[in-house]
């Protein structure tokens, strides 16, 4: 592989990636605004978290009732999924601890899923720029959605509301599409998916959390032998 085509590659993987996001981010931003939150902190979260169910999980237990604790626990299990992708990303990361560190801050749900190469290996620079782009969508969206702080019926019927679980499901859906072993835990991720969106949030995040938990403690499966 050249080191300017993973580059442009991922430069044009993270376009569509990002008009995802922008639209995603909207949504937070409204979202946040509507809930308390002044506009600057919920800008403020997006360049520094940058990560779309995190954020919706926290501004969503505090509205609850629940405490910065619970909330920042909730958060938290939201994000246990990164442990194992940064986990499968670091053999590709050159450079010392500090380098690794930054490179690993690419490791975002999109680009990951697109930077997966059959035999397990994965394009770093793919995933760089696919996230390079993506983040400054993340913040102007929300910046916007804060701004003009549509509110919940403005985000129900211009269908902003189904961005979310719409985002992920494609994820999914590329991600069994590269990998059709992993259709059990596609499987599993959709029914529990499917039920949270009945559960009080508390439930829910609890539940997701506990899967994220189990996940981790999954044994890898065996590489496939090369013929």
């Known amino acids: ?22 639209l995603l981010a909207v949504g937070f931003g409204a979202f946040a605004v509507t809930h308390g939150w002044p506009a600057w902190l919920a800008i403020a ?22 405490g910065l604790g619970p ?38 749900d999109g680009s990951w899923v697109a930077a997966q190469r059959p035999g397990g290996e994965l394009d770093r620079r793919l995933m760089l720029g696919a996230t390079l782009v ?29 961005v979310f679980p719409g985002f992920f499901g494609l994820l999914l ?15 599993v991720a959709a029914a529990i998916a499917a039920t949270c969106r009945f559960l009080p949030s508390g439930v829910a995040l609890a539940l997701a959390g506990t899967a994220a938990a189990l996940a981790l403690r999954s044994p890898a499966p065996a590489e496939e032998p090369q013929p």
Do not use: C, E, K, Y
């Not at 979260?45 to 629940?66: E, N, R």
């Open 71 to 108: 909330a920042l626990a909730g958060a938290a299990l939201m994000n246990l999924r990164f442990v194992p992708m940064a986990a499968a990303t670091a053999r590709f990361l050159p450079g010392g601890p500090l380098r690794r560190a930054v490179q690993g801050q690419a490791v975002v």
């Open 134 to 162: 993506q983040w400054p969508a993340w913040i102007l969206g929300t910046a916007l959605g804060a701004v003009l702080v549509p509110g919940g019926s403005a985000l129900r019927a211009t269908g902003l509301d189904v």
């Open 173 to 187: 859906f590329d991600a069994l599409r590269a990998s059709p072993r992993l259709a059990p835990a596609g499987t």
């Open 45 to 66: 979260m997006s360049a520094v978290v940058f990560s779309g169910s995190a954020q919706f999980a926290l501004v969503t237990a505090l509205a609850g009732g629940g």
């Open 1 to 22: 592989m050249d080191n300017g085509g993973g580059w442009s590659r991922g430069l044009r993987v993270g376009v569509g990636l990002a008009a995802g996001s922008f």
